[in-house]
């Protein structure tokens, strides 16, 4: 069914403008559609039948988004993520709406790639269409999208970033995984936040890796390493911020592709893992033998994505 694009001759300019409900569900449905296609993307042959084959239907309900409006009132497709919520055409979606789990997964893709705004126009071709998403799929979150989608002859479509390559350079904190009291720390009491600990354990989220971690520094101190790993899904979830608290010296990291990787002593920590509005808190014992500490986070699984 076609969106229903409220016209901005019908308000003031002081107005809010919604969807109407049946409009949201197919923007909805949309999203939903652009993960899923991705996901094939990621998994399957890109030039195979089933990639194929989502991509054709994609495309037909994205022309049926338009259904038989006035090309001068909706020309255009636009999806933008504005503080932490998203737009459609300038109109923002409804709290109910932005709350669904599609939605929301789709705002962590749009974060989690440094997306500020996808266009589509409303006359692209199915190729053009194609190689448009294809180009935002496999480019990094710093990639310069204009040179590649002119390489791919996109012309009907447009990306902008969240912010440059050499802004995230500029603006990225300095931190020190060094800057903290590397005082031994005695051996947490034997039942101290056990039931949490076995919990995560149990789920996968906490294991050890087979080899062995630092050893001892120039002091004698005994370092162990936590490797907090961070995910959508299957997706590596970057600059996701990691606050490891013993009570006394408090350390943060940010996640990388390969997770976040902070050098402890052995004991108990409180961690917390803070994406945008998204937050948990864990709590995880480092051991006293020469094993790092793997911790394993998937942010789809727990808020139900």
């Known amino acids: 069914m076609p969106i229903n694009l409220p016209n901005n001759r019908e ?29 094939l993307v990621d998994h399957c042959d890109p030039m195979g039948h089933k990639v194929g084959e989502a991509g054709k239907n994609l495309f037909k309900f994205f022309i049926g988004l338009f259904g038989n409006s006035d090309p001068d009132d909706f020309s255009y497709l636009s999806i933008s993520e504005i503080h932490s919520t998203l737009q459609v055409n300038d109109i ?10 599609v939605a929301a997964a789709f705002l962590l893709f749009m974060l989690e790639n440094n997306l500020l705004n996808i266009r589509f126009e409303r006359a692209i071709t199915h190729s053009q269409f194609k190689n448009f998403l294809n180009a935002i799929w496999s480019s990094t979150p710093t990639d310069d999208l204009s040179e590649i989608l002119a390489e791919a002859n996109v012309a009907m479509a447009s990306v902008q970033r969240q912010v440059s390559y050499e802004e995230c350079r500029e603006n990225t904190p300095k931190i020190s995984i060094y800057d903290y009291d590397a005082t031994p ?34 002091n004698g101190v005994r370092i162990r390493r936590l490797i907090v790993k961070v995910s959508v899904g299957d997706h590596p979830l970057v600059n996701a911020n990691v606050l490891v608290d013993d009570g006394v010296s408090p350390m943060n990291k940010s996640t990388d592709i390969d997770g976040a990787v902070i050098e402890l002593t052995p004991g108990e920590y409180n961690v917390q893992i803070t994406y945008e509005q998204f937050k948990i808190d864990r709590v995880v014992t480092i051991p006293y033998d020469d094993k790092e500490t793997v911790m394993n986070v998937d942010f789809q699984s727990i808020f139900e994505f």
Not at 21 to 32: D, H, K, P, R
């Open 11 to 39: 308000f003031q300019s002081s107005d809010v403008r919604y969807f109407d409900e049946t409009s949201e569900n197919e923007i909805v449905e949309f999203f939903e559609k652009l993960l899923h296609y991705f996901g």
């Open 92 to 101: 923002q979606l409804s709290a109910a709406t932005q709350n669904r789990p």
């Open 185 to 218: 720390i005695p051996m947490p009491a034997e039942n101290k936040a056990e039931s949490d600990i076995l919990d995560a354990k149990e789920s996968g989220e906490i294991g050890f890796a087979d080899e062995p971690a630092i050893t001892d520094d120039e």
